[in-house]
């Protein structure tokens, strides 16, 4: 199965922003349709964007449209999720996931392969 690693978080204050990577060990990445998403204290984990295997399509959370934008290497086997205009709700640990298509790593189906997080503090 694919293993991600997620890379890139830290503390930034209110308006600033990060850039995270999500690496993957596969001859196969380019067959995945990836996903990120993130869980702050006390909530449930929730979805941020997921892109197709090429990358032609993306797709986002209503919070973080406009904000956010996910893009894919495919010859570097990575993923990234550049995140401008950061806010304090934005404060979670972010994980990607791996999957055959988009509904099912919005799903977060079984199955799916995930990283171990990183974490983004957004200070006000």
């Known amino acids: 199965q694919v293993q991600l690693v997620e890379s890139g978080g830290g503390l930034v204050q209110a308006g600033g922003s990060l850039r995270l990577s999500c690496a993957a060990s596969t001859r196969t990445f380019s067959g995945y349709v990836i996903g990120w998403f993130r869980q702050a204290p006390g909530k449930q984990r929730e979805f941020v964007a997921a892109i197709s295997w090429s990358g032609s399509l993306t797709y986002y959370a209503d919070s973080t449209k406009g904000r956010f934008t996910i893009s894919r290497d495919n010859a570097k086997n990575t993923v990234y999720l550049q995140m401008n205009s950061l806010k304090p709700e934005d404060t979670a640990v972010y994980f990607c996931?791996?999957?055959?298509?988009?509904?099912?790593?919005?799903?977060?189906?079984?199955?799916?392969?995930w990283g171990q997080g990183t974490q983004v503090t957004v200070s006000s």
């Open positions: 996931s791996a999957g055959p298509d988009i509904w099912r790593v919005r799903t977060s189906s079984v199955g799916n392969a």
